[in-house]
């Protein structure tokens, strides 16, 4: 990557969403580190597909997180692997040189504060590192659910945050994980992340086909990963007396939600959690968590490699952004390559 520091700081290329539906690459300037801060630079960076696809179409219902949140020109994603070019006043434990993950949005270069980044092992490539943050919302999926051994679990919504919570319930005791998508791609590779069973079905479907796999018994919790107002009344039927449901996608639309009709009847919980609860929840720091993956990655009990797709120069964000728009199931972990600029 070429050196363009200047006296004030140096030039990034950074991806911005402009408006709704509009994206841009433009050039700012990056000020040298101040107090608490690191200057770095991007090595590569994971597109969130959900929240970042969501966040470019800008529909959201009033009152919600996403109207506070998203406000134009938003500059679009939190999974960042990075090398650490110069540390400011007052900056611990991290030094120039040091690889470094980090909720950054995709840019070239960057300043973040020292204490939300975390040093890469040397042990974890910076293309699994990058994976780090989204696995940190699949783990605080699974521990808001409490899983027991033995239960029947089924995940509705099969992308990255949905396959790495199979990954985690396939080493958390599940007797049976019901992965339930239309698409045949997303099913193929949720079986290589360890479900049990497939179907092939939309979740409005489903019902017929998980009361076969369980033997009428049906679900004893289930994941709703897709952020889809439509999805979670099909999910709280699917699930048995007093099971539970875990919304770790949080829809834009939520007055165009329902619960479905046997929630009280069925006593069912409706669970949802959020990246946010990352420290102290359950008695994690989100330090724990990092370590925890970390380990996890080398250990080969979390297969985040499998999940890349696609890497791509960040010159190619139009195209790239109007892919995943396209609704290609194919599309699953799609990574910028910042070091082919």
């Known amino acids: ?75 679009p994603g939190y999974s960042m692997a990075a090398e650490v070019l110069e540390t400011g006043i007052g900056v611990e434990g991290i030094k120039p040189g040091d690889r470094v993950i980090c909720p950054a949005g995709h840019r070239q270069y960057f300043l973040a504060d020292y204490k939300e980044a975390a040093i890469i092992p040397d042990s974890i490539r910076d293309e699994e590192a990058v994976f780090t943050q989204i696995a940190k919302v699949a783990l605080l999926g699974i521990l808001r659910a409490e899983p027991a051994f033995g239960e029947r679990v089924g995940v509705v919504g099969l992308g990255l945050i949905g396959q790495l919570v199979i990954q985690y319930l396939n080493s958390s005791g599940a ?62 039927q699917l699930t048995r007396e007093l099971g539970k449901v875990i919304l770790l996608g949080d829809s834009t639309e939520p007055s165009k939600q329902t619960i479905g009709p046997k929630v009280v009847f069925n006593s069912v919980s409706i669970l949802g959690i959020h990246g946010r609860m990352m420290e102290g929840f359950k008695g994690w720091t989100e330090e724990d968590m990092n370590m925890f993956i970390f380990e996890s990655i080398r250990r080969g009990k979390l297969d985040v490699a499998s999940l890349i797709t696609e890497e791509a120069s960040p010159l190619e964000a139009v195209s790239v952004y109007s892919r995943l728009s396209g609704s290609k199931p194919d599309l699953l972990g799609v990574l910028f390559d910042w070091t082919q600029l």
């Not at 090595?43 to 009033?62: H, N, P, Q």
């Not at 679900?219 to 897709?226: A, F, G, P, S």
């Open 175 to 236: 007797r049976q994980i019901i992965a339930i998508a239309p698409e045949s791609s997303r099913l193929n590779q949720a079986h290589r992340s360890g479900a049990t069973d497939l179907l092939n079905l939309t979740v409005a479907e489903a019902f017929g086909g998980v009361e076969q796999l369980t033997d009428g018994k049906m679900l004893d919790t289930i994941y709703d990963v897709t952020g889809s107002y439509a999805v979670l009344p099909y999910c709280t």
């Open 1 to 75: 990557m070429p050196d363009m520091a200047t006296t004030q700081g140096r030039t990034s290329i950074n991806c911005v969403f402009q408006e709704p539906d509009r994206i841009e690459l433009i050039e700012e300037q990056v000020p040298k580190p101040g107090r608490g801060q690191i200057l770095c630079a991007a090595k590569k960076s994971l597109i969130s597909t959900g929240t970042e696809l969501a966040c470019l179409k800008g529909r959201f219902d009033e009152g919600t997180v996403w109207s506070s949140w998203v406000r134009y020109p938003f500059y």
